[in-house]
């Protein structure tokens, strides 16, 4: 996050987790992919988390309560990131 008190990561097991980088403690669990995360941001806000996987689903989730707020589809992996102000994935 931009405020340095989250970091989130991608992984080979379809997950992307969040992690306090001080505790090195997972804060949560982002399940939902059925292939690979490859590529994961946080908006600018830290509020949001845009997530990028080989099964061409782009999922954005609420960083504080981790529910995928909004999902959508594309017909191949995708890298991800937010806008600047955050309004564009």
Do not use: M, Q, Y
Request: aromatic letters at 8%; one cysteine or more; proline letters at 3%.
């Amino acid at each position: 996050s931009a405020d340095g008190k989250r970091v989130v990561s991608a992984s080979w097991d379809n997950l992307a987790k969040i992690w306090n980088p001080e505790t090195g403690a997972e804060v949560c669990t982002l399940a939902g992919h059925s292939r690979h995360v490859c590529s994961v941001a946080f908006s600018a806000d830290g509020k949001l988390v845009v997530s990028g996987s080989r099964d061409g689903i782009v999922k954005i989730w609420n960083a504080e309560t981790d529910p995928a707020e909004w999902t959508l589809t594309w017909d191949s992996h995708v890298s991800v990131v937010f806008s600047p102000d955050g309004k564009r994935v």
